[in-house]
């Protein structure tokens, strides 16, 4: 399997004509040929990349070393993962799928790929997912309201996510931009879909584990499958472990690994089907190929903060036009954003 691309998205922000559409074209191949792409000067600060880092880890190099930015003084000092489970779950993820949000323990999630039948889900459960998230969200979105620790517990937090989030936010419509020249969607483009920014952040941390229990398939950390939504940032930690599926080898996963200064972002479902599947909805993987494997067999901690960005919920997702035609049919029947989404979720949570 070929290396995830590199592109730089400098000039897709600021660039002319030309240069944007130079962007758009490197990150259209990207998207054919794996799903994956790796953005530098992607316009999300190292900084506040960092600081977010910090905000759930211990202190500790959560990035290559030898390629740091310069240092950055975080003040606070309280670690969302490192506080008692009796405060985390003071801002607890709701039964079921519907409303995502807050804090889950290890083993409250379990991921699947297009696995909808109970007793079939009932099964997966038996091996637990060894991870634990906290969810949050766009301020303004009623539909999914965020829930928050109280501001005591842990000072600061909730300003900063939200200021992360934004960040995070104006990334993707700028990517939106990219993949509309992509696919000669007319102005005002894909970006105009996603007005509400019904977007999700996810700070997740996998904690250290025997790499015994996930080879004897005692527990996993993400079992293979694909995203949602139209895509996915990734920022990653230095430790590794990000596994995608080869696309020419069902079942053989590679090591997509971190890369300094560079945010990691791949097509989630519901870009594959207004592409039809002309960009692929990688299925990938959390596992025990790190970048830093243990001596005495101990997969290390792990620390990964992705950013899903899913259409408005009444947005009708199917075939955009110049993606089908003679000879290349519609592969997938219309469904609104919403729907979609909440099916998918519908899995993940027991009731």
């Not at 807050?102 to 083993?107: E, F, K, M, R, T």
């Not at 993949?179 to 997740?204: D, E, K, M, W």
Request: charged letters at 20%; proline letters at 7%.
């Amino acid at each position: 399997m070929a290396d995830i691309p590199i592109v730089d998205f400098a000039k897709a922000i600021d660039g002319t004509k030309d240069e944007k559409e130079a962007v758009a074209k490197a990150i259209d191949n990207a998207f054919q040929n794996m799903g994956f792409v790796y953005l530098k000067n992607h316009s999300v600060p190292l900084e506040l990349v960092e600081e977010c880092f910090t905000w759930v880890r211990s202190p500790g190099p959560t990035l290559p070393t030898h390629t740091r930015s310069s240092p950055h003084t975080i003040t606070q000092s309280k670690k969302f993962f490192a506080l008692p489970h009796s405060t985390k779950i003071l801002a607890p993820h709701p039964p079921g799928g519907s409303h995502h949000r807050g804090y889950s323990a290890p083993g409250v999630e379990k991921v699947s790929q297009h696995e909808y039948d109970a007793n079939e889900l009932a099964k997966a459960r038996d091996v637990p997912e060894f991870k634990e998230s906290f969810e949050s969200g766009n301020i303004d979105d009623d539909t999914q309201p965020n829930i928050w620790l109280p501001d005591n517990e842990i000072p600061g937090f909730r300003a900063f996510m939200e200021k992360y989030f934004t960040h995070c936010a104006r990334l993707v419509h700028r990517i939106l931009d990219s993949l509309s020249i992509a696919l000669n969607v007319p102005s005002p483009g894909l970006t105009s879909t996603h007005s509400n920014n019904l977007f999700q952040l996810r700070l997740l941390h996998y904690p250290a584990i025997a790499t015994h229990e996930l080879t004897n398939n005692k527990r996993s950390r993400i079992n293979a499958h694909s995203d949602f939504g139209t895509l996915t940032l990734l920022f990653q930690d230095a430790i590794g472990g990000l596994e995608i599926e080869d696309p020419h080898q069902q079942g053989i996963f590679r090591p997509a690994h971190p890369i300094t200064n560079t945010v990691l972002v791949n097509v989630g479902d519901l870009m594959e089907r207004w592409s039809n599947d002309r960009w692929r909805s990688t299925v990938h993987r959390v596992g025990s190929n790190t970048v830093t494997d243990d001596a005495d067999g101990v997969v290390p901690d792990r620390y990964s903060i992705p950013f899903f960005a899913t259409p408005d919920m009444e947005t009708v997702v199917e075939a955009l036009p110049g993606c089908w035609g003679e000879g290349r049919p519609k592969r997938y029947g219309a469904v609104t954003a919403w729907g979609y989404v909440q099916m998918r979720m519908a899995a993940l949570y027991e009731g």
